[in-house]
């Protein structure tokens, strides 16, 4: 699809004119993209109103199933600067970044510490960095240093910005590792609907020990040895509850937690934020309600 719409751009039969970034009055500010709604986000705290900023993964759609659209193809033409998070999880920008050899692309997941996980058998990273707060704040770096470049007449601004927001997520662990403590430490177990959740259980002392679909992406499918052997886990470690994202289907984690006698919690934010106005649709934001609600399960 992806090659259809750069075909139909060149052909002119799709218009570029304006784009997302801004409009009217964009005036002279940098385009930006952003890959995903965390990275949308995280643009927005740092860059405020210095920059023309497009998200284009929307809230609550799953990147890892995500198909750009005719529009986003568009805002990523005129884009001066494109911030992605790479590890695997926006592979799609890859084909469309040939129509735009200008913009400076940047990978604002540089530096951080990756732990591993498993796809179809394969060991990969995991792309879901954001879920510990350290490591949002290294994106925080990376992108204000990449406005900087682009617009270095307003790095002074990028930089003040980035540092007050990294204040927000040092305040915001402190809030979680206290939300987490008041759960009894032998129910700090996790089961959930796919591996997003490991640096966040990683940076609160949470163990995961088992997933619904054992994998980084939700496009795997578990096979029905993997669900008795979660089912038999989930016994053996008295897990309480089984924690599914909103942005992904959970008719199978609601099955398996009724026939394991267990809670369910299918509105976690995995690979999303929550909708503008939700409490959720900031970095911080998402990590606190997930917190609370993890907690309010396990105690």
Known sequence: MTKIFWALLILG?????LTACGGD??????????TTIQITSLAKQVGGDKIALTGIIPAGADAHEFEPTASNLTAIEGADLILRNGIGLDDWLDDTLS???DADVVTVTEGIALRKGEEEGEVI????????????????????AALSRVDPANRSTYDTNAA????????????IQQIINEIPAENRKLVTNHDAF?????????????AVIPSISTDT???AQDTADLLDTIAREHVKAIFAESSVNASLATTLADD??????????????GQPGSGADTVDGMLLANARKIADALK
């Open 99 to 101: 129509a735009n050899n």
């Open 260 to 273: 394991a006698h267990v809670k369910i919690v299918d509105d976690l934010y995995g690979d999303s934020l």
């Open 164 to 175: 007050t927001y990294k204040l927000t997520l040092d305040r915001t662990k402190i809030k």
């Open 13 to 17: 039969i799709i218009p570029l004119g």
């Open 25 to 34: 009055d964009a005036g002279d500010k940098p385009r930006v993209v952003a």
């Open 221 to 223: 499918e578990p096979s």
């Open 198 to 210: 490991g640096y966040f259980a990683n940076a609160f002392g949470l163990t995961i020990v088992g």
């Open 125 to 144: 990273d995991d792309p879901h960095v954001w879920h510990d707060p350290d490591n949002a704040e290294i994106m925080v770096d990376d992108i204000a």
